[in-house]
């Protein structure tokens, strides 16, 4: 029987919720697929820091480096984000050290508009086309959100004759940086996957005025010529965000750096008609051509501190990145297309979370959290 390791750190909000959810699933799977997991949950975010004074504590990362794949819930409580410097917040301390400590560089979210949930995308059917079936890949560990220098100072501001003026005023800071190589890598991924997919792949920068993405145009450009096969177009990011509202279906692979990738996955999450909807896996090492050996998997979503406890939050997110992870990092497909059918028969018997219901539509059977892991489980079952 195989065996997998796993750190489950289920966070703050509705991240424990979900995760539970997920936890059941994944059970269902080990007596289905004759498999085994060996769940490590540790604490981390807010729940890290009021358990050990930080947002990922030392045991915690201990734990992820002795296991083969990191599930993740959720982190961040905004009401508490004034009571520590911002370097400890847990979307920084946490989730971003997770990804630069493990050099997560590649960062998976498919966009998929399930059939029956038209009514949950605010696109008129007109614009939905063909269908809307996107993967978004996203450079997870270069770009703003890692340059350096980082940092907010305060500067005096001077009069035209050279004078000192009366006001203090303060600068922020951040450095937008990204090589050859960083760009070379995710670039493959991406066009890996679109291989695998309707080999077609939109590169996304801002090439008309930015020095990176110029950068970033020339690499994916000569990479391109390795992947023959698929059809590579350039598109600023601009036009990539409109293009997204006119027309969704002409995407198949969007291929973007981090903060980027991070504003048009969420965007293209709407249309899909809820991020409760959307999963996301963050990978790394890979070895030799049984591809990706390491990852952290989580809802595309955030912590949601608003609705947690109620039984109202939509697991399918957290379920799917479950799937994302037999799928890259335990390479069993077959149990991660079983989880993919089940939630599909699920929203195409009805069953909806309050994210999701078309309060117009009768057929619409209205269900909680705990209710909606069940329902994944009867039909993966």
């Known amino acids: 029987m195989k065996k997998y390791q796993v750190a489950v750190l289920a966070g703050d909000g509705i991240g424990p919720e979900i995760m539970t959810e997920a936890l059941k699933v994944l059970r269902a799977v080990e007596k289905k697929f004759g498999m085994e997991f060996d769940f490590q949950e540790r604490p981390v975010g807010w729940a890290g820091i009021d358990a050990a004074g930080k947002a990922l504590p030392e045991d915690t990362l201990k734990t992820c480096t002795e296991v083969d794949a990191i599930l993740f819930g959720a982190v961040g409580l905004p009401g508490r984000d004034a009571t520590i410097p911002k370097e400890q917040r847990p979307e920084r301390a946490a989730l971003l050290a997770l990804r630069k400590h493990f050099e997560l560089f590649a960062n998976l979210r498919p966009v998929r508009l399930y059939p029956g949930l038209a009514h949950s995308c605010p696109l008129k059917d007109s614009r939905i086309g063909s269908g809307i079936d996107i993967l978004v890949m996203r450079e997870l560990t270069g770009g703003?959100?890692?340059?350096?220098?980082?940092?907010?100072?305060?500067y005096v501001e001077v009069e035209e004759d050279g004078t000192k003026g009366k006001r203090t005023l303060l600068r922020a800071t951040d450095t937008m940086v990204i090589d050859t190589e960083e760009i070379e890598r995710i670039a493959h991924v991406g066009f890996k996957a679109a291989r695998l997919r309707h080999k077609k792949l939109a590169s996304i920068d801002k090439a008309n005025v930015l020095e990176n993405g110029i950068l970033w145009r020339e690499v994916v450009t000569e990479v391109a010529k390795m992947y023959p096969d698929v059809q590579l177009t350039h598109v600023f990011v601009d036009n990539a965000a409109m293009q997204l509202i006119l027309n969704p279906s002409q995407f198949d692979v969007l291929l973007c750096e981090n903060m980027f990738g991070d504003i048009l996955s969420d965007e293209a999450a709407a249309l899909a008609g809820s991020l409760g909807l959307l999963p996301s896996a963050s990978l790394g090492e890979t070895s030799g051509q049984s591809g990706f050996t390491f990852g952290l998997y989580e809802p595309a979503g955030g912590s949601a501190p608003d609705i947690a406890g109620k039984n109202i939050a939509n697991p399918l997110a957290q379920i799917l990145s479950a799937a994302m992870m037999l799928r890259y990092s335990f390479k069993e497909e077959a149990a991660a297309k079983a989880i993919d059918s089940a939630v599909e028969k699920v929203i195409s018997a009805g069953w909806r979370t309050g994210d999701i219901c078309c309060e117009e539509?009768?057929?619409?059977?209205?269900?909680?959290t705990s209710q909606m892991g069940d329902a994944v489980v009867a039909a993966l079952e």
């Open 144 to 154: 703003l959100y890692f340059g350096q220098p980082k940092k907010t100072e305060e």
């Open 361 to 368: 539509d009768s057929r619409d059977k209205v269900i909680g």
